[in-house]
């Protein structure tokens, strides 16, 4: 099977997990940090994080109300069976763990760099393998390239804003004339001032104002 890669807007929305194992705190924690609302049903618990809403209770179809995401992660085969059932009465998305002939999306390792997410996934294979290809693009990937990621983003609106950006294309090849800069290796080599110099002089010369961020790595 191949799959289709999304990055998923949670902020706000409920997503259910079944089982109060040491997996589904893992889970929690990270649906947490994208915005969701969690609540972990399960007959008894590990320590969970104390935003997460805990029912202590036998899984039941009505504990899918409301649910935008779900995830079976029960020690028990036929449960998480019966909750990917459920799930795709109702059109909900769920992930069965260890179980992806039951799953409707897999969860990819996450490499988090700053403002920089990269998602690693095996096609569900090997997820042992998907952690040593994580472990080669964090030591690839380092600060510095969300640095420059925070960097072009705050500079979109004053991009968009100027006279000599029109169009898409100017635009991009304003971007792309940062991004070509050097940027991540000035930073890497402790050279701070000549890094938001450069993006500094490119910004004067398309037209663009400075943002905070520009402003205040000048300053540092």
């Not at 997820?127 to 983003?153: C, M, S, T």
């Amino acid at each position: 099977m191949s799959y289709y890669p999304i990055f998923l807007d949670l902020e706000g929305r409920t997503v259910v997990i079944v089982g109060g194992g040491a997996v589904s705190a893992r889970k929690a924690a990270t649906l947490l940090r994208s915005g969701a609302h969690v609540t972990v049903i399960a007959p008894d618990f590990v320590e969970f994080d104390e935003r997460v809403t805990r029912k202590q209770k036998a899984y039941d179809a009505s504990d899918l109300e409301g649910a935008t995401l779900v995830i079976a992660a029960t020690n028990v085969a036929d449960v998480n069976a019966q909750i990917a059932r459920d799930c795709r009465e109702r059109g909900i998305l769920v992930n069965v763990i260890d179980d992806t002939s039951l799953c409707d999306f897999i969860v990819p390792a996450i490499v988090e760099t700053g403002s920089i997410q990269i998602a690693v996934s095996t096609g569900g294979k090997s997820p042992a393998f998907a952690r040593v290809v994580k472990r080669a693009v964090h030591e690839a990937i380092g600060p510095e390239y969300a640095e420059l990621n925070d960097i072009l983003g705050s500079l979109r609106d004053a991009a968009k804003a100027s006279s000599q950006l029109p169009a898409d294309a100017d635009r991009k090849r304003f971007f792309d004339g940062l991004i070509s800069l050097g940027i991540p290796d000035l930073l890497r080599d402790g050279r701070r001032g000549d890094a938001y110099r450069a993006v500094a002089d490119a910004c004067e010369a398309n037209g663009v104002a400075l943002s905070d961020l520009v402003r205040e790595g000048l300053r540092a």
